[in-house]
């Protein structure tokens, strides 16, 4: 692609628009995924008795561990959402933006 294309993806509103979509949606994941953290880390710090009680009397398994297995498989969760969008919603609006600017 030259300049002349470059600079009609730019100007063209629907590119904006695209941008502005994706970026808005990664920081709402990112939000997420940074509070769950956070929350995590709290819990950590103010209630360690509670993520070290055991899940029942027989257990040798705490609360720490499945909700420590929790916070790493919403990272996945939340990068899949991230992914089907992208491939799904994100990629319509490009193959658009590029049809569009290469007539």
Known sequence: MNDSIYKRIEQNPQFQELVAKRERFAWI??????????????????????????????SPVTWGIPLGVGLIVSAFVLTGIYVKRANGEFDRLNKAILDEVQK
């Open 29 to 58: 994941l990112s939000a997420i995924m940074l509070g769950m953290y956070v929350a995590f880390i709290l819990l950590i710090a103010f209630e360690p008795q509670l993520l070290g009680t055991r899940i029942n009397a027989d």
